[in-house]
């Protein structure tokens, strides 16, 4: 599906859907029972490829790599159903495999490039900005891009942030302000509206969509 008709709504054992974008073409794809989501992002000058949760299916996974030329798979935290097909897809690709250190230790594959709050990402000649918005696991991340003229700006955030609140605390009262207010001060507070929000599960949105309901999510505590 093309970016004319990309609506960031896919289905398990439906088709990807492509976001072509200036420098940046993102493909989101759902698999598993729990309905992750997974992106392909490859730089339209370079034909690198990143890969953003290596979840589940691995046969599903290398269909959508194809041919392209992933280096690199992030993966945004240790929750099992973001890293089943992890193994298969470094196997097949030799790709880096980037997570924060709080949370590598979850992950089926050693973590060959350990990233901070602050840190960048490449893919080709564009530019991913980590931050670590800590709540749903200690180790949890998002990847920032800003596109150029036209792409805007496009944020990958794991199960921290979906339409609707903020990733499951398990009722931690900790861990809720943790990452609420992480959420708010490291993505709220610097990007704006028009931010494309690209979601562990479910559908995409938009900061400026959630940005209203922000004192409601923090009255409700989760």
């Known amino acids: 599906m093309s970016s004319q008709s990309y609506t960031g709504d896919v289905e398990v054992g439906?088709?990807?859907?492509?976001?072509?974008?200036?420098g940046l073409t993102i493909t989101k794809l759902a698999?598993?029972?729990?309905?992750?989501?997974?992106?392909?992002?490859?730089?339209t000058a370079t034909g690198e490829a990143l890969l953003v949760d290596a979840a589940a299916e691995p046969a599903a996974l290398?269909?959508?790599?194809?041919?392209?030329d992933v280096r690199t798979v992030v993966t945004t935290h240790g929750?099992?159903?973001?890293?089943?097909?992890l193994p298969e897809v470094v196997q097949a690709t030799g790709a880096?495999?980037?997570?924060?250190?709080?949370?590598?230790?979850?992950?089926?594959?050693?973590?060959?490039?350990?990233?901070?709050?602050?840190?960048?990402?490449?893919v080709g000649d564009q530019v991913l900005e980590v931050v670590h918005l800590r709540g749903h696991t200690p180790g949890s991340i998002a990847l920032v891009w800003r596109g150029p003229d036209g792409?805007?700006?496009?944020?990958?955030?794991?199960?921290?942030?979906?339409?609707?609140?903020?990733?499951?605390?398990?009722?931690?009262?900790?861990?809720f302000a943790s990452l609420?207010?992480?959420?708010?001060?490291?993505?709220?507070?610097?990007?704006?509206?028009?931010?494309w929000v690209h979601p562990g599960h479910g559908k995409d949105t938009t900061l400026g969509a959630e940005r209203p309901h922000l004192p409601e999510w923090r009255a409700r505590g989760w």
Not at 14 to 22: F, K, L, N, S, V
Not at 182 to 192: I, K, Q, T
């Open 62 to 68: 290398l269909a959508l790599i194809g041919d392209a």
């Open 31 to 43: 698999v598993s029972e729990m309905a992750n989501n997974v992106y392909l992002l490859t730089c």
């Open 151 to 175: 792409a805007g700006t496009h944020v990958f955030t794991g199960d921290s942030l979906f339409p609707g609140g903020v990733g499951n605390t398990q009722q931690d009262a900790t861990r």
């Open 96 to 122: 880096d495999t980037v997570a924060h250190p709080a949370d590598a230790a979850d992950l089926p594959v050693p973590v060959t490039r350990p990233v901070e709050h602050g840190d960048t990402v490449a």
């Open 14 to 22: 439906g088709p990807a859907q492509t976001h072509a974008t200036p």
């Open 180 to 195: 609420v207010d992480d959420v708010e001060h490291r993505l709220f507070d610097v990007l704006p509206d028009d931010t």
């Open 79 to 85: 929750h099992w159903d973001h890293h089943r097909a």
